[in-house]
């Protein structure tokens, strides 16, 4: 539990550090909204593309045995064009 304090002209909230971390709100920037009965402090989103590269790895360490290859060829196969009359 925590209250309101005094910083400067404005008041905030101290957030015990285990709970920073248990909420990944540690180096981040935050995003405030309110809701009907309280405040939501919460990371915002990333959408550059500075991150694309720590995720995809990410997601590809997560699913080392997974395989794209059937999803591939079905995309590269393009047999099914053979009866499209152009």
Excluded: C, Y
């Excluded at 400067?8 to 015990?16: A, C, D, H, L, W």
């Amino acid at each position: 539990m925590t209250t309101l304090i005094k910083i400067g002209n404005s008041q905030g909230i101290r957030i015990p550090k285990p709970l920073i971390q248990q909420a990944h709100l540690e180096n981040v920037n935050l995003e405030l909204e309110v809701l009907e009965n309280g405040l939501l402090i919460k990371p915002m989103n990333n959408t550059s593309r500075d991150t694309w590269k720590e995720n995809i790895e990410k997601v590809l360490s997560k699913n080392k045995n997974a395989s794209d290859d059937g999803v591939l060829e079905d995309f590269l196969n393009d047999n099914d064009l053979e009866d499209w009359q152009w």
